[in-house]
C-alpha cells in the first residue's frame, strides 16, 4: 500500500489560468493532477449554447489548452489526470484527449469517462420540491433546460482500478474529484466514513486551487502576499491516515500558511459540523491546522459521518433576459450629470414602455455595491460609470436598454462618454434551483478508449 500520495490543483474554475497547472505538472512531484472546472450553471449554461451552436461539443472549451499544456509532463512522469471538464459531454471529450495523445505520438494510455449524472428527461418524476422556495419542482416543467445530479468519488476509483491514466466526469462534487485517488491508493471502502471524512475536507481544501495559496487574500498592510501575479496551485501530501501536508510548488508566488488553509477551510461551508458531500458527511470541527514548515501546513484529524440517502440536484431553467450598458462621467460635477442621466433613462424607457420585471441603474464607484445602504455622506467621485440593466422575458424588450443608452450619447447630458458595444448587449438567465432525489435513481457508467 502507498504510503503518501502527492495530488495538485490543475484549475478550481472554468476560466482558470493553465500556467500554474503546468508548473505542478512539470514541478510538483505529483501523483494525481486534478482539474475542477464547473460553477452550479455550467451545466445549463453549456445545454443553451449546445442549443444554438450545433458545432459546440458540449465539454470545457478549455479542454484542449489545459491538455496540450500538460500531458508531456504527465505522460513523461506517469501523473494520472482526473478532470469534470466533460460538462454535458465526458465522452466526447474522453475521446478528444485520446486524439491529443495520439497527436503526440503517444499509444497504450487509457482514458475513462464518467457518465450518468444528467438526469434532465426524469428528474421531475423523481423530485418533488424545490429546496429553495419549497415550492413543487413540476412547476419547472416548462422553463426546465437541465438537471444533473452530484456524484461521488466511487465511479472515479472504479476507473482507477480499471487502469485509467485520465478520468473525464460531468457532474461530480468538487471534494470528489480530489477524493478518489486516496480511496484508490489507501484502499478506503465507501463506508469508512471517518477516513472519507478527511479526504472530502482534503478535498474541499484543494478544489479552489490558489485559494489555499493565497489567491483572493492579499489586502496589502493587512495580508499581504509575495508575489500575487505568479500563485501556484496547492499541492496535497497525503498520507493513509487522511492527514496531509498542504504546500506548493518551489519558485512560485503567494503562499501557505494557517490563515490561508482557515479561509478556504471555511469556504461555501454553511455547517462546519456537517458538511454534506455525495460521499460522506464531513465534520471540520475537530481540525487540527498547523504550520510544520514555510509553505507547509499539516491539515489532520478532519472526521466524517455517514452519507445522505439522497443526493443534491442542479435544475438550470429559463428565467428571461437581462440587457445591459454602460457609459461614463469624469471631472467636477461628475456626479450630478449622472444623476440626471438616470432621470433622462428612467422616463425613456417608460415613453418606448418597457416591460421589465427589474430596472437597475447604478453609478459604479458610488452605490453600486451597496445600493440603498451607501452613506448619505459619501465622498463624490471625481468620474462615475452608470450601469443600465433590465431583466425581461424576452430578448426584445431586453433590446431596448442598449438602444436607449446609445441615445445618451448625442441627447443626454454634456460631456456623456460613450462606450463602442463590440458585444451582444443581452444575455439569457438561467435560474439555478435545487432538489434532492434518491442515490438509488444515480447510475454511473464508466466508458473506456485507449490512445
Known sequence: MTRTIRIGSGSAWWGDRVEPAVINAERGKLDYLCFETMAEATVSAAQVRSRRDPCFPGYDTYLEDRMRAVLPACVEQGIRIISNQGWINPKGAAQRVTELLREMGVTGVKVAAVTGSLITDRVLELTD???ENGQPTSSLADTLISAEAYMGAEPIVEALKNGAQIVITGRVADPSIFMAPMMHEFGWEASDYERLGAGSGLGHLLECGAQVTGGYFADPGFKDVDEPWNFGFPIAEVSADGSAILTKAEGTGGTVNVRTVKEQLLYEVHDPANYITPDVVVDFTSVN?????????KVSNLRGKPRTSTLKVSMGCTEGHI???????????????????KRILEERFRIVKLDAEEIRIDFLGMNAIHGDATPTDAPEPYEVAVRVAARTKTREEAMKVGREVDGMAVSGVAQTGKRVPHQDRTREVIGVWSALVPREHVKAHVHYFES
Open 129 to 131: 420540491t424545490i429546496l
Open 289 to 297: 491546522i498547523e504550520e510544520v514548515g514555510p509553505d507547509q501546513v
Open 323 to 341: 440587457g445591459e450598458d454602460m457609459f461614463f462621467y469624469a471631472g467636477p460635477g461628475a456626479l450630478r450629470r449622472a444623476r440626471l442621466a
